[in-house]
T-cell receptor, first 115, second 109 residues
């Protein structure tokens, strides 16, 4: 257990479904991140939140909608996904944003399959 | 563009030594990380380096040569539990973290 917990661990959803991924950290960190990890590809940064404010959105399709209600929780709401969205979605946190990787703690990810 | 290259897959024998290379082209440099990721688990940071040279952490050794845009991770006395993916990542001048695609290391008895 790294201190960053992601649920569910596995998710299979149809293209017309709506689901949410949850990330929770109790490390006292102020920044949280969503990454997409596809097979044989580099991690792709999707969203960055600092003190519950979105500070970065890397051209992610609108079918992915993040929500950060407080500094300990981060959600990724999914709707009308495509099969190419199947991947491992990783959440990470750090003390502050903009540290460039220093002090990152990752969760174990949600393995998403879109059918 | 910014890019990090590392081998896709490597195979080694239990008890042996393996070296995983990483080359990078980034806009500036503020640090290099090696992460280990077991299947279905969180990536965990093995080493972080800013200066040229060698850094040892137990059975793991990282090397950095900034002028060459080159790093390697050396794993000694390989154990079956070292079977994992190893990710190289570089922090650029804007403190953006650039990732390689990872090297899947397979350890055989």
């Amino acid at each position: 257990e790294t201190g960053v917990t992601q649920t569910p661990r596995h998710l299979v959803m149809g293209m017309t479904n709506k689901k949410s991924l949850k990330c929770e950290q109790h490390l006292g960190h102020n920044a949280m991140y969503w990454y997409k990890q596809s097979a044989k590809k580099p991690l792709e940064l999707m969203f960055v939140y600092s003190l519950e404010e979105r500070v970065e959105n890397n051209s992610v399709p609108s079918r992915f909608s993040p929500e950060c209600p407080n500094s300990s929780h981060l959600f990724l709401h999914l709707h009308t996904l495509q099969p190419e969205d199947s991947a491992l979605y990783l959440c990470a946190s750090s003390q502050e944003s903009g540290t460039g990787g220093y002090g990152y703690t990752f969760g174990s990810g949600t393995r998403l399959t879109v059918v | 563009g910014q890019n990090i290259d590392q081998p896709t897959e490597m195979t080694a024998t239990e008890g042996a030594i393996v070296q995983i290379n990483c080359t990078y082209q980034t806009s500036g440099f503020n640090g290099l990380f090696w992460y280990q990721q077991h299947a279905g688990e969180a990536p965990t940071c093995l080493t972080s380096t800013v200066l040229d040279g060698v850094e040892e952490k137990g059975r793991f050794t990282s090397f950095l040569r900034r002028t060459k845009g080159y790093s390697y991770l050396l794993l000694k006395e390989l154990q079956m539990k070292d079977s994992a993916s190893y990710l190289c990542a570089v922090t650029d001048s804007n403190y953006q973290l650039i990732w390689g695609a990872g090297t899947k290391l397979i350890i055989k008895p």
